[in-house]
């Protein structure tokens, strides 16, 4: 046993010598006009929800959409956006919120909480009463430990969390794209 620990810290030890470094983690950075830009770091613990947000933002699906929901009251809750009918219709038109590409991905548990600064996939119920996700996604503008558990966490805003006191209803998504590290 004590060999085998040696030659796995010493096989550690020439790959670090060589050059070898952990992979870094993916990042999802969103462009939000006249705001800036936030990245955001993916677990690797929601694979599913990762790869499909992944590519949809390869094919510029978010480009162009807007953030039609911002919750501050009575407390700051959450910024969602994901719904492509936000690009041809008003945010007041009632079908907002019900727009996606028709993906089923089901609850993902990262460990990750909904707290400040957390970003979930916006879910709902199918058929047969799970809750799925698809396209829509949500920053969290304040913690809400209710929704652990019940909604995929997927990431975690790096860079731009100032932003989220600035978003409101209307913002465009003028980029959203894949960092693969």
Sequence with gaps: MQTLKFISALGLASLVGAGWAAPKPQMLIVEIADRGEVVIELSEKAPLATAHIGALADKGFYN??????????????????????????????????????????????TGWKHTKGAVGLAMKADANGKLVGDSQFYFMLGNAGFLDGKYTVFGRITKGAELLEKLAEGDVITRVSLNRG
């Design 64 to 109: 162009g959409q807007k953030i039609f929901r911002v919750v501050r009251s009575p407390r700051p809750f959450l910024a969602q956006m994901g719904d492509p009918l936000t690009k041809s219709r008003a945010l007041t038109d009632d079908s907002i919120g019900s727009g996606g590409t028709g993906a089923a991905i089901p609850f993902e548990e």
